[in-house]
């Protein structure tokens, strides 16, 4: 489990010189590193991997005296950072979304930061800092040394901070009821490996109502006129009907997390997951815009099953335990056998090896349940025929 710290730092003159050259020259390292990704992706259609141009560093140090006075591994990562914007990028171009193309960073516009990826210690009331050395802050403790991962060193409002992330073990709890897999539905509905279905609407009778209120509250909105009084009018009934229909979910969340606050909680990982679910078909989406608005929902959705993770994480104690999704809905919970043809329709699966009947949801809970017990990484090899 990961925790963050942020401290205040108090470097001396000759540090703040020192950290104020890092920010530079990770910006500049950024900055020339993005301006070859785009060339290379406009002129030639390939993308420099942020291996090739780790490699290049070494060259670039050779050309420019000042980078020698940086800590090479935070320039690394400052070309690794580049690289999950791009990551990002991709994913919201393949998912319909505003892409958003990693921009350059300035010192004005931009937080000024820099990370290193390891070798920061702590001592008494110092942080060490490599190429840097050992800076003053408030804040740390003795304790945290060993634990950390990550430190990022920031300048905001002409004070300097670092952020650490902590690597810690999570208190080990002795749960009173036997493990459970639990599957998030496409829309507000959770089930579990023992073959309980709960359902948005069956814990807020009003749930329905007010959606469909919320889209009349959209629609009334779209027809007045930008800016005008009616407009205003409008737009805060809507907002007053999205806080409605989040409250409705939010209470819902709560509930169901406390159900299962007793067991061994096994789920999906949703970062693996990352948005290759449709949510086409959902009463959310009435169909029309229909790409817009299943990007949407998904969107609400794994933003709604991230506050549900959140919630089993603190009240199972940071016990949670988060498996690889691959095929959990096409897999035979009984022998194993992989085949889309397995799922008959959104809530059949029919086995075409060994015949067995099931509630595809309870089949992929309890999939999800086999793949927590017999360890966190474990990937079914689909046996397929
Ligand atoms: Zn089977």
């Not at 009435?286 to 998904?298: E, F, H, I, T, Y």
Request: contains cysteine; aromatic residues 10%; hydrophobic residues 35%.
């Amino acid at each position: 489990m990961k925790r963050a710290v942020k401290v205040r730092l108090y470097p001396n003159k000759t540090q703040q010189e020192l950290l104020q050259k890092h920010f530079g020259a990770c910006r500049y390292v950024y900055n020339r590193s993005l301006a070859l990704k785009k060339y290379a992706y406009q002129k030639f259609g390939v993308n420099v991997s942020a291996h090739k141009l780790i490699k290049r560093l070494p060259i670039l140090k050779e050309r420019y005296e000042w980078l020698k006075e940086i800590d090479s591994q935070a320039l690394q990562q400052s070309i690794r950072h580049l690289d999950e914007a791009f990551k990002h990028f991709f994913r919201r171009v393949k998912n319909g979304e505003t892409p958003g193309f990693p921009k350059f960073k300035t010192k004005k516009h931009t937080k000024q930061s820099f990370q290193y990826p390891q070798r920061v210690k702590v001592e008494g009331k110092k942080l060490y800092l490599p190429k840097i050395g050992w800076i003053k802050a408030k804040g740390v403790r003795d304790d945290l040394s060993g634990k950390i991962k990550t430190v990022t060193v920031s300048y905001e409002a002409y004070k300097y901070y670092a952020s650490i992330l902590l690597e810690i073990e999570a208190e080990p709890i002795e749960f009173v009821r036997e493990p459970v897999g639990i599957d998030m539905g496409v829309v507000y509905a959770i089930t579990d490996s023992d073959g309980n279905h709960h359902k948005i609407e069956d814990y807020s009778p009003r749930y329905k109502k007010e959606l469909i209120k919320l889209e009349k509250c959209q629609k009334a909105l779209s027809r007045k006129q930008r800016g005008s009084k009616r407009y205003q009018k409008a737009k805060i009934k809507l907002a007053r009907q999205h806080k409605r229909v989040s409250n409705i979910r939010y209470n819902f969340l709560h509930q169901i997390s406390h159900i299962y606050s007793e067991n061994q909680a096994i789920v999906e990982d949703l970062n693996i997951k990352a948005m290759t679910k449709s949510a086409k078909g959902t009463i959310e989406n009435p169909g029309k815009n229909v790409k817009a608005k299943s990007a949407l929902n998904r969107k609400i959705l794994q933003n709604g099953w991230s506050l549900f993770f959140v919630l089993l994480e603190y009240k199972t104690n940071h016990n949670l335990i988060k498996v690889d999704p691959k095929y959990t809905s096409q897999t035979c919970s009984r022998c194993g056998y992989v085949d889309k043809a397995n799922r008959i329709t959104q809530s059949r699966f029919v086995c075409k090896s060994c015949g067995l009947t099931i509630n595809a949801d309870v089949n992929a809970a309890k999939n999800i349940l086999a793949r927590g017990i017999h360890g966190n990484n474990a990937r079914q090899q689909p046996k397929v025929a």
